[in-house]
Each structure stands twice: as C-alpha cells, then as structure tokens.
T-cell receptor
C-alpha cells in the first residue's frame, strides 16, 4: 500500500540538541511539506518542496532545516535555534503543486525539555 | 484578520441530527478548497474537495460562496463516528495551503 511514513511516532529531546524527523513516501508524489500543529491552532507550514533538490520556506521556517535529495524523502531537522520546538509535526505530500489535496503521514510528537 | 477562520465549537449534537459548519477565507484569489477531518491526536485526512457548484458525498455536502468568501460543510444524519475536528483548508497560491484551526463536532447518543 502506498503511503507516507513518519518516524519516530514519539521523540523526546533535551533543550539544545538538534533532532531530525524522518518522512518517506512511496506515492510518487512530487511535492512534500512539513507542518507543525500546536493545541488549538491550525497547521502551520514550515517548509515545502516541489521537486528534488529544491525547497522553500513556509510561514515558520526559523529554527528548522530540510533537505530533498531524493523524491521519496524529506527529512526535517529541528535545531536548537527553534525557541518552542515541542509540537506535533506532520509531513505531507501531494501529486502536484496546484489544486492537489495533501496526504499526511501519521505525525511525530516531539517533546523538548 | 486570519486567512482562514472557523468557529471552534464544540458543536454538540444528537445522533441523527443535521449540522453545518462555515469557514471564511480572506484571499479572494483562492482557487482550491478542502475539508479535512482530524481525529484526536491523529493526522488530518481528506474528507472532500469543495467545487464551485457544490458537491455531495453520501451524508456530506460542501458548498462554496465566492461572493461572500466562505465554504460550508453540511453533515446529515450524524453518526457517533462523525465526532472529530473538521478543518477548513484554502490555498493561498499554488499549492500553498492554509489550514483553519478547526471546528470540533461531538455527536452524542
């Protein structure tokens, strides 16, 4: 079955450490996205990538970095510069870049103490 | 003004009731509209796209009002399993999608 796999489901880190969240898709989708969700708030776009080796900042890119070396993979690194990293992180993909719905992975809950 | 606004609810309805949610958006150039459903602590899942002429999928009906810049979702014959948060999603440009904070629906027996 095609889908998006995020790992791990839960992640705990100490403040000051960088952490990388994995996202892999086998849907052959061109576009991939990272969103962050905080309680009571809508999803906010961190980064997105429309093609391999290209990515764009979203609304809240500060303190995050990404890479897109392969079509299937779009890892997100939460750096120590991110002031409030504790959140639910969602990776998504879409078949194209216009009028395409997003398909989400099952998310990673990151807790930084 | 937020780009996408939804009444957070919760909407508490009995089984079998009809319930409707509205969502307003600020960008008049938006072209893509979706409703997603999100269960507690899970990822959002696409419920339906919203087309200009309105569209129906079983008990769910979505409508778009471009003049007033809102979309709506109507759920008929509510089931307990419809309890979830419903997210309104609108594109800013291209496929850069903006999510509302969601409307909570609780269906009670």
């Amino acid at each position: 079955d095609g889908g998006i796999t995020q790992s791990p489901k839960y992640l705990f880190r100490k403040e000051g450490q960088n952490v990388t969240l994995s996202c892999e898709q086998n849907l052959n989708h061109d576009a991939m996205y990272w969103y962050r969700q905080d309680p009571g708030q809508g999803l906010r776009l961190i980064y997105y990538s429309q093609i391999v080796n290209d990515f764009q900042k979203g609304d809240i890119a500060e303190g995050y970095s990404v890479s897109r070396e392969k079509k299937e993979s779009f890892p997100l690194t939460v750096t120590s510069a991110q002031k409030n990293p504790t959140a639910f992180y969602l990776c998504a993909s879409s078949i194209g870049v216009y009028n395409s719905p997003l398909h989400f992975g099952n998310g990673t809950r990151l807790t930084v103490t | 003004r937020k780009e996408v606004e939804q009444d957070p609810g919760p909407f508490n309805v009995p089984e079998g009731a009809t319930v409707a949610f509205n969502c307003t958006y600020s960008n008049s150039a938006s072209q893509s509209f979706f409703w997603y459903r999100q269960d507690c602590r899970k990822e959002p899942k696409l419920l339906m796209s919203v087309y200009s002429s309105g569209n129906e999928d079983g008990r769910f009906t979505a409508q778009l009002n471009r003049a007033s810049q809102y979309i709506s979702l109507l759920i008929r014959d509510s089931k307990l399993s419809d309890s979830a948060t419903y997210l309104c999603v609108v594109n800013r440009y291209g496929n850069k999608l903006v999510f509302g904070a969601g409307t909570i629906l609780r269906v009670k027996s």
